[in-house]
């Protein structure tokens, strides 16, 4: 293992992104979007598998919670937090739909969904993302290299050019936090 080259790569992925415009300017959009969801009293979902589920927990929780200072809390939820409504879903049904019955349950037009998954291709996300779509909630997804399946029934949808996992990763919780603290600065502008 070469520890300089992995982090070597993360850089030049992240390089890779601060150098794509059309992803900066889709950052900027997303940040609108959500401004103005929160701003209607909507509220902003997000979805994923595995470490994806925690990028969406640990982004939802900005919102909720705060970011860098006090304000009030935005109206954001990861859908897999509810452990008994997953695992009735997906031994009742299939795990394919966890996402896409909790969007039917609560999703109301106007809100935001946002999948995370480094593929695009995530089953769960794609279905999740199709029903948005159909309730009018608007879509957002944060995909590796391609966007994958996601890219059909995305509004918005932020590409980290690469195909690795881990730096695919990085650079979604990294875009995630430029979201938060956009989000948080048109909401509550600093004195």
């Given at each position: 293992?070469?520890?300089?080259?992995?982090?070597?790569?993360?850089?030049?992925?992240?390089?890779?992104?601060?150098?794509?415009?059309?992803?900066?300017?889709?950052?900027?959009?997303?940040?609108?979007?959500?401004?103005?969801?929160?701003?209607?009293?909507?509220?902003?979902?997000?979805?994923?598998?595995?470490?994806?589920?925690?990028?969406?927990?640990?982004?939802?929780?900005?919102f909720?919670?705060?970011?860098?200072?006090?304000?009030?809390?935005?109206?954001?939820?990861?859908?897999?937090?509810?452990?008994?409504?997953?695992?009735?879903?997906?031994?009742?049904?299939?795990?394919?739909?966890?996402?896409?019955?909790?969007?039917?349950?609560?999703?109301?037009k106007g809100?935001?969904?946002?999948?995370?998954?480094?593929?695009?291709?995530?089953k769960?996300?794609?279905?999740?993302?199709?029903?948005?779509?159909?309730?009018?909630?608007?879509?957002?997804?944060?995909?590796?290299?391609?966007?994958?399946?996601?890219?059909?029934?995305?509004?918005?949808?932020?590409?980290?050019?690469?195909?690795?996992?881990?730096?695919?990763?990085?650079?979604?919780?990294?875009?995630?936090?430029?979201?938060?603290?956009?989000?948080?600065?048109?909401?509550?502008?600093?004195?």
């Amino acid at each position: 293992m070469d520890i300089k080259e992995i982090i070597n790569q993360s850089i030049k992925t992240k390089q890779e992104v601060l150098n794509n415009n059309s992803i900066i300017e889709e950052i900027k959009n997303i940040v609108d979007v959500m401004v103005a969801c929160f701003k209607n009293n909507n509220k902003v979902l997000w979805c994923g598998n595995g470490g994806s589920a925690a990028d969406a927990q640990h982004l939802a929780a900005e919102f909720s919670g705060r970011f860098y200072y006090d304000r009030p809390a935005l109206n954001s939820e990861a859908l897999h937090c509810n452990t008994s409504f997953l695992t009735a879903i997906g031994n009742d049904y299939s795990y394919d739909i966890i996402f896409s019955r909790m969007i039917e349950a609560v999703g109301k037009k106007g809100d935001v969904l946002v999948g995370i998954s480094t593929s695009g291709n995530s089953k769960n996300v794609v279905l999740a993302l199709k029903e948005a779509k159909q309730r009018g909630l608007t879509t957002i997804s944060f995909t590796g290299e391609g966007g994958g399946e996601m890219k059909n029934y995305s509004d918005y949808i932020i590409s980290v050019p690469s195909k690795d996992t881990p730096r695919v990763q990085e650079c979604q919780i990294m875009i995630g936090h430029i979201i938060c603290q956009g989000v948080e600065e048109e909401m509550f502008p600093k004195k």
